[in-house]
Protein backbone atom coordinates (compact mmCIF):
# COMPACT_ATOMS: atom_id res chain seq x y z
CA UNK A 1 0.00 0.00 0.00
CA UNK A 2 0.79 3.50 -0.99
CA UNK A 3 1.06 6.70 0.88
CA UNK A 4 -1.96 9.51 -0.63
CA UNK A 5 -0.39 12.62 -1.78
CA UNK A 6 -2.12 14.43 0.91
CA UNK A 7 0.20 17.91 -0.12
CA UNK A 8 -2.15 17.96 -3.46
CA UNK A 9 -5.09 18.21 -1.62
CA UNK A 10 -6.47 21.51 -1.78
CA UNK A 11 -10.59 22.71 -0.82
CA UNK A 12 -11.74 24.97 -3.57
CA UNK A 13 -15.06 25.43 -2.52
CA UNK A 14 -17.94 24.22 -0.05
CA UNK A 15 -21.91 24.06 -0.28
CA UNK A 16 -24.47 23.66 2.65
CA UNK A 17 -27.60 22.30 1.46
CA UNK A 18 -30.43 20.53 3.26
CA UNK A 19 -33.06 21.34 5.91
CA UNK A 20 -32.49 21.46 9.81
CA UNK A 21 -31.12 17.61 11.14
CA UNK A 22 -30.51 16.69 7.46
CA UNK A 23 -28.00 18.64 6.31
CA UNK A 24 -25.57 18.25 3.71
CA UNK A 25 -21.76 19.68 2.79
CA UNK A 26 -19.75 19.47 -0.43
CA UNK A 27 -16.28 20.26 -0.49
CA UNK A 28 -14.95 20.78 -4.30
CA UNK A 29 -11.47 19.67 -4.32
CA UNK A 30 -8.99 21.35 -6.93
CA UNK A 31 -8.23 18.63 -9.30
CA UNK A 32 -5.10 16.61 -8.78
CA UNK A 33 -2.74 14.41 -10.02
CA UNK A 34 -1.10 11.36 -8.36
CA UNK A 35 0.12 8.18 -9.46
CA UNK A 36 -0.14 4.21 -7.62
CA UNK A 37 1.60 1.54 -8.97
CA UNK A 38 2.92 3.22 -11.77
CA UNK A 39 0.02 4.58 -13.24
CA UNK A 40 -0.86 7.77 -13.19
CA UNK A 41 -4.79 9.93 -13.02
CA UNK A 42 -6.19 12.95 -12.31
CA UNK A 43 -9.02 13.23 -10.01
CA UNK A 44 -11.57 16.23 -10.17
CA UNK A 45 -13.57 14.98 -7.41
CA UNK A 46 -15.47 16.46 -3.98
CA UNK A 47 -15.58 15.27 -0.77
CA UNK A 48 -19.08 14.12 -0.05
CA UNK A 49 -20.88 14.89 3.27
CA UNK A 50 -24.89 14.03 4.04
CA UNK A 51 -27.41 12.93 6.56
CA UNK A 52 -25.47 15.78 9.49
CA UNK A 53 -27.39 16.47 12.48
CA UNK A 54 -27.41 19.89 12.17
CA UNK A 55 -29.09 23.60 11.77
CA UNK A 56 -30.10 24.52 8.10
CA UNK A 57 -29.59 28.20 9.18
CA UNK A 58 -25.91 29.92 8.58
CA UNK A 59 -26.07 32.05 11.68
CA UNK A 60 -27.34 29.04 14.09
CA UNK A 61 -23.96 27.13 13.00
CA UNK A 62 -21.28 30.23 13.72
CA UNK A 63 -18.73 30.04 15.89
CA UNK A 64 -20.24 26.44 16.58
CA UNK A 65 -18.31 23.32 17.02
CA UNK A 66 -19.62 19.71 16.87
CA UNK A 67 -18.14 16.38 17.21
CA UNK A 68 -19.16 13.30 15.78
CA UNK A 69 -18.92 9.11 16.22
CA UNK A 70 -17.75 6.98 13.12
CA UNK A 71 -19.95 4.98 10.86
CA UNK A 72 -21.47 2.51 12.32
CA UNK A 73 -22.25 4.03 14.99
CA UNK A 74 -25.39 6.11 15.63
CA UNK A 75 -25.18 10.00 14.82
CA UNK A 76 -21.93 9.70 12.31
CA UNK A 77 -21.73 11.63 8.86
CA UNK A 78 -22.05 9.81 6.12
CA UNK A 79 -19.15 10.93 4.03
CA UNK A 80 -17.18 10.00 1.19
CA UNK A 81 -14.86 11.00 -1.81
CA UNK A 82 -15.03 9.30 -4.85
CA UNK A 83 -10.82 8.66 -6.05
CA UNK A 84 -10.15 6.11 -8.97
CA UNK A 85 -13.66 5.48 -9.65
CA UNK A 86 -14.41 3.87 -6.23
CA UNK A 87 -16.60 4.85 -3.15
CA UNK A 88 -14.23 5.73 -0.81
CA UNK A 89 -15.78 6.61 2.98
CA UNK A 90 -14.64 9.76 4.36
CA UNK A 91 -15.53 9.50 8.62
CA UNK A 92 -15.81 13.23 9.90
CA UNK A 93 -15.62 13.18 13.22
CA UNK A 94 -15.28 17.29 13.96
CA UNK A 95 -17.32 20.24 12.55
CA UNK A 96 -15.69 23.70 13.81
CA UNK A 97 -17.64 26.82 12.51
CA UNK A 98 -16.29 30.14 12.54
CA UNK A 99 -17.73 33.71 12.03
CA UNK A 100 -20.34 34.66 9.06
CA UNK A 101 -18.55 37.11 7.07
CA UNK A 102 -21.12 38.49 4.28
CA UNK A 103 -21.90 34.99 2.27
CA UNK A 104 -19.44 32.87 3.80
CA UNK A 105 -18.86 30.70 6.58
CA UNK A 106 -15.51 29.32 7.79
CA UNK A 107 -15.63 25.84 8.58
CA UNK A 108 -12.63 23.72 10.01
CA UNK A 109 -13.19 19.79 9.61
CA UNK A 110 -11.59 16.71 11.15
CA UNK A 111 -11.77 13.31 8.60
CA UNK A 112 -10.56 10.27 7.84
CA UNK A 113 -10.33 8.68 4.66
CA UNK A 114 -10.63 4.89 4.11
CA UNK A 115 -8.82 4.46 0.94
CA UNK A 116 -8.80 0.38 2.29
CA UNK A 117 -11.97 -0.03 2.27
CA UNK A 118 -12.42 -0.06 -1.64
CA UNK A 119 -8.84 -1.49 -2.03
CA UNK A 120 -7.35 1.31 -4.13
CA UNK A 121 -3.93 0.70 -3.40
CA UNK A 122 -3.35 3.80 -1.08
CA UNK A 123 -3.18 3.43 2.54
CA UNK A 124 -6.16 5.07 5.20
CA UNK A 125 -5.56 8.86 6.13
CA UNK A 126 -6.24 11.72 7.99
CA UNK A 127 -7.42 14.75 6.61
CA UNK A 128 -7.64 18.03 8.42
CA UNK A 129 -8.73 21.12 6.50
CA UNK A 130 -10.55 24.02 6.42
CA UNK A 131 -12.63 25.92 4.02
CA UNK A 132 -15.09 28.51 3.24
CA UNK A 133 -19.10 27.72 2.51
CA UNK A 134 -20.32 30.13 0.43
CA UNK A 135 -24.05 30.97 1.14
Known amino acids: MEKFP ?50 SDPMALEQQEFTFPVNPEAGYIDGSVYILAAHNPVDVTKLRFGKLTGNRLPVEVESFWDMEFECTGFKNFLFNFSAEIEL
Open 6 to 55: TEALSVRGAKLSGSDGNVSLEFDLEPFNFEIDGYQDRADTSIRLDGISLA
